[in-house]
């Protein structure tokens, strides 16, 4: 046996109560692990351009800002740009606000044709080019709300109202897609026409909320993105130019400062936390101050039994923590499918398992230390006539 | 020559406004391999005269010198290590930890020395052969009769090889028959292995068991007679 068996043994000696505390440190450290992911890319300073293959334009000021339609032509005539389209946020209800998916009004070929990835029956795809009011829909919606291919879906419009002052959007849904890959979903989305969109709606006529580019050459992406910029820099409507990932993110970023948001939860569960696992150690340590007392009686100095008890507090709180960022790291890639939707993918990173593993220390260190100090401070006679 | 040897050792501690003085200027001196017993009853400090040999409390004034060392010149970790090096101690309700094996209890003052793992299991192994204890190492204190929970603190008191054993009422929670096996055990460890035993006791029959008796009553020392001890 070693100082840290005895830890071990000590840490276990009511296991109901270890147990709790150890899971209440799991979702603690889960929590930690999801937020941080979210909020990592949200703190850092933006993705490079660099190495992608597909490049976002939006406004240079906002995002909510649009853009003319006119910017489309010279940005296809950039040199190493392959292909352009672009998209619009429409918003809207169907039914119930509650009922929330993205509506974007597209170029129904230029869409498929900028992301390859989905799959969409061919039939269907002319249909869409064809129908001036068709939608397509990712293949989930149809389960989601019991819809069928003719079905006629209205769409209350919460930005765009139509010429005639409605804001009653009626669409003819005339195929779904889905992503090619079975392992990868495709983004919960409704794509309708934009021709139809553009005639249809009562101002902005000619405006596109941003563009989608491909780039011919993944390694030119910066000096593109660059150049496009610089195309816009002078006119009336400058743009920002950034990969897809550094879009989603600015967009979900519309809600709030979702890294502020994080460390907020994080350090409301964090304190209570400590005050379980403080609660814990000084429970655990009220029981046996005899035999703490016979351990200094054996021999053991002031300075080890602190340490052993402080040891033993560090211990429970990096079991916890290593459950939580374990189970943390297998959940990630599933919310990574969802998150990608909206703000791009989120992962584990090296950051955020240092962080966990030296946020376990401190919170054990914290939680330990006026434990340890009684341990310290405890004369043994004392101690033995309270066994 | 004493191995423990006391002097004018007075010990008085402050209750509410009332100091009160339970050892009043004590000189006892236990030669080497001599094996005491400290009788005398509740409340005349038996057993925080004790607990001075044993470098777990301190004297009020006087001098205390055991193993050659004057234990009121000691820092509390100098004391810590000393003890660990001179004193096994002996409690009346066994006091092992509850969460360990028997070996792993026999094994804990072996943590404060720099032999290897399987060195510290096999010395451990070793004084559970010695309290009779071998095929109990396993298990846990809840699962041991009270005299085998006896043998097993007697073997974490003798496992580091400390000369001085500090027993305080070692047979006092155990049924006679025990107590006999216990104290006898006692008197091997002082015959065959050299060991120097102070023993703190209210039962004569317990006393028995010494070479020497001595009483104290209201702090005050008495020497009892050889044919008290035999």
């Known amino acids: 046996m070693s100082?840290?068996?005895?830890?071990?043994?000590?840490?276990?000696?009511?296991?109901?109560?270890?147990?709790?505390t150890l899971f209440s440190l799991l979702v603690a450290f889960l929590l930690f692990v999801l937020l941080r992911a979210v909020a990592e890319p949200f703190a850092g300073g933006g993705v490079s351009v660099d190495g992608a293959d597909r490049l976002v334009v939006t406004s240079k000021y906002s995002i909510i800002d649009l853009l003319p339609l006119s910017q489309l032509g010279e940005i296809q005539r950039v040199p190493g740009v392959e292909g352009v389209t672009h998209q619009t946020w429409f918003g809207g209800n169907y039914q119930d606000p509650a009922n929330f998916f993205p509506k974007y009004p597209v170029e129904p070929r230029a869409y498929f044709d900028m992301y390859p990835e989905f799959a969409i029956d061919p039939a269907q795809l002319d249909a869409f080019e064809n129908t001036r009011t068709g939608i397509v829909v990712e293949e989930g919606l149809l389960a989601r709300f019991g819809w069928n291919i003719g079905d006629r879906i209205?769409?209350?419009g919460d930005i765009w109202s139509l010429k005639d002052g409605s804001r009653l959007w009626q669409f003819d849904l005339v195929g779904t897609y889905r992503h090619r890959d079975p392992g990868e979903a495709a983004p919960v989305a409704l794509l309708m026409h934009y021709d139809y969109f553009d005639e249809a709606r009562s101002f902005e006529e000619g405006a596109v909320g941003w563009y989608t580019v491909r780039v011919s050459d993944p390694e030119q992406a910066p000096a593109i993105a660059g150049a496009i910029d610089a195309l816009f820099k002078n006119s009336p409507n400058p743009t920002k130019t950034s990969t897809e990932a550094e879009f989603a993110r600015s967009f979900a970023a519309q809600i709030g400062d979702?890294?502020?948001m994080a460390t907020g939860i994080l350090s409301a569960v964090f304190f209570?936390?400590?005050?379980?696992?403080?609660?814990?150690?000084?429970?655990?340590?009220?029981?046996?101050?005899?035999?703490?007392?016979?351990?200094?009686?054996?021999?053991?100095s002031d300075a080890r039994t602190s340490l052993l008890v402080v040891g033993e507090s560090v211990l429970l709180c990096l079991i916890g923590a290593l459950l939580g960022v374990g189970l943390g790291a297998?959940?990630?890639?599933?919310?990574?499918?969802?998150?990608?939707?909206?703000?791009?993918p989120v992962s584990m990173s090296v950051d955020i398992f240092v962080q966990s593993v030296a946020f376990a220390v401190v919170l054990g260190l914290v939680v330990g230390a006026l434990p340890a100090l009684t341990a310290q401070r405890l004369r043994i006679v004392d101690a033995l006539r309270r066994g | 020559m004493a191995i423990v040897d006391l002097s004018e050792v007075r010990k008085s501690y402050v209750k509410g406004r009332e100091e009160v003085e339970v050892l009043t200027g004590i000189d006892l001196a236990v030669e080497e391999a001599d094996f005491l017993a400290l009788m005398g009853p509740s409340g005349s400090g038996k057993t925080t005269l004790l607990n001075i040999i044993g470098g777990i409390d301190s004297a009020t004034s006087g001098s205390v010198q055991v193993s050659g060392q004057d234990l009121a010149a000691m820092s509390r970790r100098q004391l810590a290590k000393w003890r660990s090096e001179n004193i096994g101690f002996v409690f009346q309700f066994y006091n092992l930890l509850p969460v360990l094996s028997a070996r792993r209890n026999v094994e804990l003052p072996l943590l404060l020395t720099k032999l290897?793992?399987?060195?510290?299991?096999?010395?451990?192994?070793?004084?559970?052969?010695?309290?009779g204890l071998e095929d109990r190492a396993r298990h846990k204190p809840g699962e041991l009769s009270g005299g085998q929970q006896q043998r097993v603190a007697i073997a974490r008191a003798i496992v580091?090889?400390?000369?001085?054993?500090?027993?305080?009422?070692?047979t006092g929670d155990l049924d006679r028959d025990t107590a006999d096996e216990i104290l006898?055990?006692?008197?091997?460890?002082?015959?065959?292995?050299?060991?120097t035993i102070v023993m703190v006791t209210h039962d004569p029959k317990a006393a028995s068991h010494a070479r020497h008796v001595v009483h104290l009553d209201k702090g005050q020392l008495s020497t009892g007679t050889d044919e008290e001890a035999a």
């Open chain 1, 3 to 20: 100082g840290m068996g005895l830890m071990w043994a000590n840490l276990f000696r009511r296991k109901t109560r270890t147990f709790l």
């Open chain 2, 116 to 131: 290897s793992g399987k060195q510290r299991r096999s010395n451990a192994d070793t004084a559970l052969e010695i309290v």
């Open chain 1, 154 to 156: 209205p769409i209350q």
């Open chain 2, 184 to 195: 006898e055990l006692l008197e091997i460890l002082n015959r065959d292995h050299g060991k």
């Open chain 1, 258 to 260: 979702i890294a502020l």
């Open chain 2, 160 to 170: 580091a090889d400390a000369p001085i054993l500090v027993c305080d009422e070692p």
């Open chain 1, 272 to 300: 209570t936390i400590l005050l379980l696992t403080a609660n814990t150690m000084s429970q655990s340590l009220r029981e046996r101050i005899p035999e703490l007392a016979v351990l200094k009686t054996v021999g053991f």
């Open chain 1, 330 to 344: 297998s959940v990630l890639p599933a919310a990574s499918v969802v998150t990608q939707q909206f703000m791009g």
